[in-house]
Nanobody, 123 residues
Framework: VQLVESGGGLVQPGGSLRLSCAAS????????MTWFRQAPGKERELVAA????????IYRDSVRGRFTISRDNVKKTVYLQLDSLKPEDTAVYLC?????????????????WGLGTQVTVSS
């Protein structure tokens, strides 16, 4: 069982990246999927979430309108499109698989985590 993130990198302010989270060893369609991020010295924070139905979505206020979460249960992959990136978006981005939508921000709700991919926004 694993989640593997990819797509991170160094980008200039205003640039874009597309992150991917590939799942294996479990049925992706039974889980609500999320992207969190963690910057040095800061707590892990929820960036975006998508329900197992692919319809329900949640975004952090600071990224709404700039980031888009999506999923493809057939390809067993979750995506995060990052547009209009800002230096404050710099962090390690991790994907997680949650059991309950109502507890989407609770770490206890998660069965699986990836190791993360680094996103650095700098000129």
């Amino acid at each position: 069982v694993q989640l593997v993130e990819s797509g991170g990198g160094l980008v200039q302010p205003g640039g874009s990246l597309r992150l991917s989270c590939a799942a294996s060893g479990f049925t992706l369609g039974t889980y609500h999927m999320t992207w969190f991020r963690q910057a040095p010295g800061k707590e892990r924070e929820l960036v975006a979430a998508i329900g197992n139905d692919g319809i329900s979505r949640i975004y952090r206020d600071s990224v709404r309108g700039r980031f888009t979460i999506s999923r493809d249960n057939v390809k067993k992959t979750v995506y995060l499109q990052l547009d209009s990136l800002k230096p404050e978006d710099t962090a390690v981005y991790l994907c997680g698989a949650a059991r309950k939508w109502s507890d989407i921000e609770s770490m206890k709700n998660y069965d699986y985590w990836g190791l993360g991919t680094q996103v650095t926004v700098s000129s």
